[in-house]
């Protein structure tokens, strides 16, 4: 079993910065067999990707839309992950999900996802 646990979310004007964190815990969770991954729901919407990264950072993937102005990165001593958000815009509105894929598969999609966190808000203003 793993648990995931978002934090870092928030408030924010349009062209500001925020970073989110996911701190990952279980006696089967390992950064090195794990795939992790980010990604953002809004209402009435599916969950959509964002970004992910494997193997202790030997793949990175980020959807279109962010490209460039989010970073995602893994501290495995502290097994946490964590998502810099620069230049938001107020589209970036939603509630960022953590996700881990303990199959390692690649990229991670969200209905192949094993574990979950409860997710965190971003809020954009314009």
Known sequence: ?????????????????????CAASGPTFAFSSHTMG????????EREFVAAISWYGANINYAD???GRFTIS???????????????????TAVYYCAADAFGRWPPKANEV???G???????SS
């Open 1 to 21: 079993q793993v648990q995931l646990v978002e934090s870092g979310g928030g408030l924010v004007q349009a062209g500001g910065s925020l970073r989110l964190s």
């Open 38 to 45: 980010w990604f953002r729901q809004t209402p009435g919407n």
């Open 65 to 67: 839309s962010v490209k």
């Open 74 to 92: 893994t501290d495995n001593a502290k097994n946490t992950m964590y998502l810099q958000m620069n230049s938001l815009k107020p589209e970036d």
């Open 114 to 116: 094993d574990y979950w």
């Open 118 to 124: 409860a997710g965190t808000a971003v809020t954009v």
